[in-house]
Every structure is written in structure tokens, then in C-alpha cells.
T-cell receptor, first 114, second 114 residues
Framework: AQSVTQPDIHITVSEGASLELRCNYSYGATPYLFWYVQSPGQGLQLLLK??????LVQGIKGFEAEFKRSQSSFNLRKPSVHWSDAAEYFCAVISNFGNEKLTFGTGTRLTIIP | DSGVTQTPKHLITATGQRVTLRCSPRSGDLSVYWYQQSLDQGLQFLIQ???????AKGNILERFSAQQFPDLHSELNLSSLELGDSALYFC?????????????FGPGTRLTVL
């Protein structure tokens, strides 16, 4: 069965510092990969997605992610975080084509300190 | 604002009761998805409807049911409620029936079962 792991439950970074959130997936073939953000009291918003092609994908709000097949990873990065980036971030995967449901990781809560 | 609306925003009820959660998708979107977010289970896909028909099923309990109406709004019915059903229930919509199309999430309905 497909699965996605976010090993970091909570990350704290200083405003202006760089950020990397980790995501590992488990599936034999290349899945469809997504990063969503959930701000407090809000629904989820898609940051970026990877289906195929260039392994470095750009998203909204200055985020990017890199697909690394050899490491089964799809880590999210941002060069300089802003206080408004404080939120919960979810990695998700679709890989069971024919029963295409989004499977979410457990999420990483990001706290920004001034 | 994603364009997906959910009502009510909060719902408090007792064990054994039945509730109905409502979702209106973005204009033009034909698919509606329901998700449950709880502390112990994380974010889980429940069910998808496309243009009035059930399209995919996830970890939805038999006590739960959903439907999508001709005007494309959807309702999630939860019956014989248990304490463990307390969660945030999200609705999402997408333009077509394939779940790897971008899903737009509503703000959620917070259900508390006492």
C-alpha cells in the first residue's frame, strides 16, 4: 500500500532562515506527489505538485520541492521564511492508479520565531 | 478563499445522534471529496463523488454516508455518533473526476461529540 512519511512533527526556524521539510514515500513506481499547507483555522491549500519531468518544481509563496527517486523523497524548501509561513504542512501522494485517493502524511508543524 | 463553502462551521452534539454536514463546491467543479482530520488518525480520505455518482471510497465507516445532489452540492451524514467521531471534516472540490487534479479545500466543519 502506498504511504507517505513526514519524520518531523514540529520544526522551529527563525524568520529569514532557510527551511526544508522532509517527505518520504513508499511505492514501487513514481507516484504523483503534492505539498499542501494548512494555516490555523483554514482548509488546505496546494503549494505544489510533481507528476513527471523536471524534478525541481516551483510552487506558490516561494516554495519549491525536489523529487529524488533514489531516496524516495520529495522535500519542500524555502530559502527565507516569513512569519506568515507558520502553519502545518502536509505531503501527500497518489500512486494507486485506478483507486486514486490522496494519502496524506502526518504533517509537520512549522513555528517561526522572530 | 478557495470558493468551497461548508456549513456549519461548528457542530456540537451527543453520542448516538445523527448530523448532516453540507458542502458547496467551487463553481464549475464536478467532483466533491470528503476528508476527516483527527488527532489520532490524521487526515484521511472518506469518499468522492463525481457529477452525482460515487467515484471512490476510502476509510468511511458504515455509519457514515454521503451524496451529491443535481446542483452538485454534497452532504455527509454521520449517524450513531461516537466520541471518536469528533474531528474536523473537510470537503474539497476539483474540476474533473480525477483526484490528481488540484483539489480546493473548504474551511471545514468541526464536529464535537459529547
Amino acid at each position: 500500500a502506498q504511504s507517505v512519511t513526514q519524520p518531523d512533527i514540529h520544526i522551529t526556524v527563525s524568520e529569514g532562515a532557510s527551511l526544508e521539510l522532509r517527505c518520504n514515500y513508499s511505492y514501487g513506481a513514481t507516484p504523483y506527489l503534492f505539498w499542501y499547507v494548512q494555516s490555523p483555522g483554514q482548509g488546505l491549500q496546494l503549494l505544489l505538485k510533481y507528476f513527471s519531468g523536471d524534478t525541481l518544481v516551483q510552487g506558490i509563496k516561494g516554495f519549491e520541492a525536489e523529487f529524488k527517486r533514489s531516496q524516495s523523497s520529495f522535500n519542500l524548501r524555502k530559502p527565507s521564511v516569513h512569519w506568515s509561513d507558520a502553519a502545518e504542512y502536509f505531503c501527500a501522494v497518489i500512486s494507486n492508479f485506478g483507486n486514486e485517493k490522496l494519502t496524506f502524511g502526518t504533517g509537520t508543524r512549522l513555528t517561526i520565531i522572530p | 478563499d478557495s470558493g468551497v463553502t461548508q456549513t456549519p462551521k461548528h457542530l456540537i452534539t451527543a453520542t448516538g445522534q445523527r448530523v448532516t454536514l453540507r458542502c458547496s463546491p467551487r463553481s464549475g467543479d464536478l467532483s466533491v471529496y470528503w476528508y476527516q482530520q483527527s488527532l489520532d488518525q490524521g487526515l484521511q480520505f472518506l469518499i468522492q463523488y463525481y457529477n452525482g455518482e460515487e467515484r471512490a471510497k476510502g476509510n468511511i465507516l458504515e455509519r457514515f454516508s454521503a451524496q451529491q445532489f443535481p446542483d452538485l452540492h454534497s452532504e455527509l451524514n454521520l449517524s450513531s455518533l461516537e466520541l471518536g467521531d469528533s474531528a474536523l471534516y473537510f470537503c474539497a472540490s476539483s474540476r474533473t473526476g480525477v483526484s490528481y487534479n488540484e483539489q480546493f479545500f473548504g474551511p471545514g466543519t468541526r464536529l464535537t461529540v459529547l
